[in-house]
């Protein structure tokens, strides 16, 4: 009774902070970097991880995956480059174990371009040309990340028929919940700069070879506070006849993400395996170009699957972004993601590659994403301890 009582607030709780979200002043793709993906295993699978996210990256896509992790303590550190290396993307995470019911994480995401030119001041005061005047700024938005997971377990009583045979046994439904409080800072030289603050929610559960979860991000509404220094643009907007932008609050609408896998082991020694996996993305911010779009929600499907030798050897694949665009003749196009990746564990180190937008189908630039994993123990900490020791 106290669970369904704890269930039916959480919903209420979260249905309640979806409409106060929509109805505060929000734009649409407001924070959209936090949309990518860390680690090159889930982008090579085409961000499809709510239900499989068992590492350090958990933490980002389903915090309740935290709870999988085996060793004490992981870290992972990624990068990607975009538009010809114009942009760069780096996340690094890390996880400890607090009991054996809990982990919590640290993590954090940057997506910046550096050294753009500040032309603000070309022209000197006689109106010539003088390129030592140019100067140069960054646009940068981070992502700070504090995770907490536990795992619960939850009991299922046994079930008879009229004739009292048993048709479910009693037993135990493992359930992993997680969330994440956010802080968000994204800076435009000295022009602009913005903090934010939001919460992320997850679950996950398992049924014999069936993997399922959902993950609820800024479930709360993110709220941004953007503070712009008018006098440094003042007099390029007043030449531009451009308005000068006011500080406020910009508000990033709660995202539902779900997912649903299926294991399996193959050969006589079950040394080969499949995890294929599907899900989707809803948002609230109005109509995107997704292949499902209403007023009230957009879906954005997406399907992926790894294949593993011994759990040391992976080859992934993923299918996503499914986009709806118009061309100039008013006809529509659909496009899509495919993703590509390898990786290699051998004891405790893991190296990830992913390739995503493979052939370029989609209408964003292909990228190449290269991710280390690091699990390590107690004891391990101590050799390194020692090592140090004897080195002075």
Not at 10 to 38: D, H, M, P
């Amino acid at each position: 009774m106290m669970q369904k009582l704890l269930l039916s607030s959480l919903c209420l709780w979260v249905w309640l902070s979806l409409s106060e979200a929509v109805a505060q002043t929000s734009r649409k793709y407001s924070n959209e970097f936090l949309a990518i993906g860390v680690g090159a295993r889930g982008l090579g699978m085409a961000n499809t991880q709510a239900a499989i996210s068992n590492d350090v990256t958990a933490a980002y896509w389903n915090p309740a995956g935290l709870m999988h992790i085996d060793e004490p303590y992981e870290f992972s550190f990624m990068h990607a480059s975009y538009f010809a290396g114009i942009a760069n993307y780096n996340y690094a995470g890390f996880t400890a174990a607090i009991d054996d019911k809990s982990r919590m994480a640290v993590s954090l995401i940057r997506l910046g371009i550096d050294d753009i030119p500040d032309t603000r001041f070309l022209f000197d005061e006689s109106g010539n040309l003088d390129y030592s005047r140019v100067g140069s700024f960054a646009e940068a938005s981070y992502a700070f990340l504090f995770s907490y997971a536990r795992g619960v377990d939850v009991n299922i009583k046994e079930k008879r028929d009229e004739e009292g045979n048993i048709v479910r046994e009693a037993q135990k439904l493992p359930i992993q919940l997680g969330a994440n409080f956010k802080v968000i800072n994204r800076t435009a030289g000295i022009f602009a700069s913005a903090w934010g603050f939001g919460l992320d929610i997850g679950a996950q559960t398992q049924w014999k070879d069936w993997y399922f979860g959902i993950t609820g991000r800024d479930i709360s509404g993110t709220f941004n506070a953007w503070s712009f220094n008018t006098e440094a643009v003042a007099d390029v907007f007043d030449r531009t006849g451009n308005a000068i932008p006011v500080n406020g609050v910009e508000v990033t609408v709660p995202r539902l993400i779900v997912g649903v896998a299926k294991a399996y082991r193959i050969g006589e020694k079950k040394d080969f395996g499949i995890l294929p996996t599907v899900g989707f993305e809803a948002t609230f911010d109005g109509k995107r170009n997704t292949v499902i779009k209403s007023d009230f929600a957009s879906i954005n499907p997406s399907a992926g699957v790894e294949a593993d030798y011994k759990n040391m050897i992976f080859v992934r694949s993923g299918l996503g972004n499914f986009q709806q665009i118009k061309d100039f003749d008013n006809t529509y196009y659909t496009t899509f993601q495919p993703n590509f990746g390898v990786g290699f564990r051998y004891r405790h180190f893991t190296i990830d590659y992913a390739l995503t937008n493979a052939f370029e189908q989609a209408d964003v630039p292909y990228s190449n994403v290269f991710s280390i994993k690091v699990r390590f123990a107690n004891k391990d900490l101590q050799f390194l301890k020692n090592d140090t020791s004897q080195d002075k």
